[in-house]
């Protein structure tokens, strides 16, 4: 069976992510756009750079044309957000992406997409775990999905190959002050991280007029045997990069260019809370623009506090970036993002975008006049110093169960020296201090993974706070 979570389905090549199931998975989701006689208006796909990828797009495309339903198939490999912008922009009821982010190299899945190019809220994936389920009893009886042979279905014109990158680049170039940068000459260091952002960032960039510089550029399904993620661990190679060739700024980006990691101009990795704080300061503070924001319950206090000092809120939600998109819609919010690097500013598609964000850090850097380091301590003179710390732990199912009970039925809670304000059950269990810093222990929504996550002002105090937390929940090392 099929379930989705907070990034939608995404399973083991091999294992889940089978031939079989990708065929019953498109035709789940044409039966869900029958129902909702959105059929005729047909689906964008697209694929990134991991193993099976565009052959599972062939898959879903031979089930959904015997459907009768019109597929347009980006024909290259491509960055989530292109899928998510061309949903929006040319108002189609869904599109699909062939990809499994950030997670290891042996995962490939599925990310769908909505009216407006949103990421797929729960009523939407448990309706395709409902029609999977129907689908797949349907085989058992030996009523497999019908499928149209690919090119038969191109010469029917119910496939339809393009390539519409360049609306996509125009529009963020439209929405980036491309003659600030042009004046400053930057020096950039691009780490697409084996993936699919290159092409996009490499374009806009250079026609500001910037000097970039790729590294592991080149296409590996291995990602060049680490995880597609732009974390500390990962982006040791363009430190080095950055600091050997005098950058001013280091961008990467995760397997499907969705989520940023940052290197500043002194080689530091900067955390992507300290990205969404320092977008969030330099829209209010240099661009004048106003309105709340959203982060999630691992992301950041920070953001509340910067928010605050400009008279504005800061929005809580669950992991997963469809409640940010909902929060920013329904509260006019001005951006909204993740701690593991995701983000969206107002105005631009309903999703993470790390093309750009990395755009948009680039025009900070040049209206502000300022190296990023600079305004990175400009903020923590301003308002202080926060720090984090994630720690993450495989289990059995078994312990999975354990685990579940004591946080969330028993509601039972580690035994803390320092005073505590509130408990949360939002998404997990959140410990929040009355000194301003907050613990969770929450379930990953797309790896099998319990995950803790601790910010405090004092990088002291947070290992403590997650040994009793390991303490209560049988996590001891």
């Known amino acids: ?176 002050d491309m003659a600030a940068i042009r004046e400053k000459g930057l020096r950039i260091a691009l780490d697409p991280m084996y993936g699919v952002s290159q092409t996009s960032l490499k374009t806009i960039l250079s026609i500001a007029r910037c000097e970039v510089e790729t590294i592991h550029e080149r296409h590996d399904t291995l990602f060049g045997g680490k995880l597609p993620a732009p974390n500390a661990r990962t982006l040791r190679a363009l430190q080095n990069y950055v600091t050997d060739r005098y950058c001013d700024i280091g961008i990467a980006t995760d397997g499907d260019a969705d989520r940023i990691g940052v290197i500043d101009d002194m080689g530091e990795f900067l955390h992507p809370n300290d990205i969404l704080v320092v977008l969030y300061y330099y829209l209010r503070k240099y661009k004048g623009w106003t309105g709340p924001c959203v982060r999630n319950v691992a992301t950041t206090h920070m953001l509340d506090r910067v928010a605050e000092s400009f008279g504005e809120r800061c929005y809580e939600v669950p992991v997963g970036f469809k409640y940010i998109s909902s929060k920013m819609q329904e509260t006019n919010a001005l951006i909204g993002g993740e701690s593991s690097g995701g983000l969206t500013v107002r105005g631009h598609i309903n999703g993470k975008d790390g093309i750009y964000a990395a755009a948009l850090l680039v025009e900070m850097i040049a209206v502000t006049g300022r190296r990023l380091s600079q305004i990175i301590c400009d903020i923590r003179e301003e308002y202080g110093t926060f720090y984090m710390e994630e720690r993450d732990y495989s289990f059995t199912k078994e312990r999975k169960k354990e685990i579940h009970k004591i946080l969330m039925e028993d509601k039972l809670l580690p035994n803390f020296t320092l005073p505590i304000r509130k408990v949360s059950y939002l998404d997990g269990c959140k410990v929040y201090f009355q000194n301003g810093g907050w613990i969770i222990a929450r379930f990953s929504g797309t790896e099998p993974l319990l995950r803790i996550f601790c910010e405090m002002e004092s990088r002291e105090s947070i290992s403590p706070l997650i040994k009793e937390f390991e303490r209560l929940l049988g996590l001891d090392v």
């Open 1 to 176: 069976m099929i379930r989705f979570g907070t990034g939608g389905w995404r399973a083991v090549i091999g294992d889940e992510f089978t031939r079989a199931n990708i065929q019953l998975l498109a035709k789940a989701l044409a039966m869900k756009m029958q129902e909702e006689n959105v059929a005729d208006q047909g689906i964008c796909i697209g694929y990134d750079r991991r193993f099976l990828s565009k052959e599972a797009v062939i898959w879903a495309c031979e089930v959904l044309a015997a459907e009768g339903i019109p597929c347009r198939f980006i024909n290259r490999s491509s960055p989530t957000p292109l899928i998510m912008y061309y949903v929006m922009a040319n108002d189609l009821p869904y599109g699909l992406m062939v990809t499994a982010s950030h997670n290891p190299a042996i995962y490939n899945g599925f990310k769908l997409f909505t009216k407006g190019g949103r990421d797929a809220d729960e009523l939407q994936t448990q309706d395709m775990e409902q029609y999977f389920a129907l689908v797949e009893e349907e085989k058992e009886k030996g009523n497999p999905p019908s499928l149209m042979p690919y090119e038969e279905a191109k010469s029917s014109g119910l496939v339809i190959e393009f390539n519409p990158l360049n609306d996509y680049i125009d529009n963020i170039i439209s929405r980036i």
